[in-house]
């Protein structure tokens, strides 16, 4: 019976949990792997999972929009916690979490035929509490502005008042012969 499970907060099947058992898992968008998720942010082989002293280890692939853990792009391989938020790319957000399990339970349900329901916001003995539903979605992106094109048009637009300004006093102080000599006439 698998120990930890993911929860997928955000992405294309919101709710769904994959139960993780063995001692190496890939997650990635080939059906092959032991956590498929098949959106076109995660790659084919996307993440590995490895069963290391009772506890998961995420290491990234190489994959090409990145494996983030509570936030942290992933630079080497990290000791999973639950409560941990993993991000595949931007859109793809899993909760890894420990399964509570009790050896006194009747009747045992697997959890892919339950409903998905938000685990409750309580602080328990560990001091973990979960975040708040927000803090699974990420904020649009801010719409950067381009200020180059904005400084060269005040630039010369400037260069052209200073220009007209010089030639209007040139040509009100009868000046013109002071600074072009060569101007016939002079």
Known sequence: MAQFQFVM???PTPGVTFPLEGEQLTIGRDSSNGVAINDAEV????????????????EDLGSTNGTFVNG????????LKPGDVI????????????IASD????????????PAVP????????????PPAAAYSTPPPAKKTNVVPIVIGVGVVFFICVCAGFFWWVDATYRWCVFFPFISGC
């Open 87 to 98: 991000s595949l790319g931007e859109q793809i957000v899993l909760m890894y979490d420990a």
């Open 103 to 114: 050896p006194g339970a009747t009747v045992a349900v697997s959890r892919k035929a339950m």
């Open 9 to 11: 907060r955000s992405g």
């Open 119 to 130: 685990p409750p916001v309580q602080s328990t003995s560990t001091g973990y509490a979960p």
């Open 72 to 79: 942290q792009r992933l630079a080497g391989p990290v000791v």
């Open 43 to 58: 790659s084919r082989k996307h993440a590995r999972l490895m069963f290391q002293g009772g506890k998961y280890v995420l």
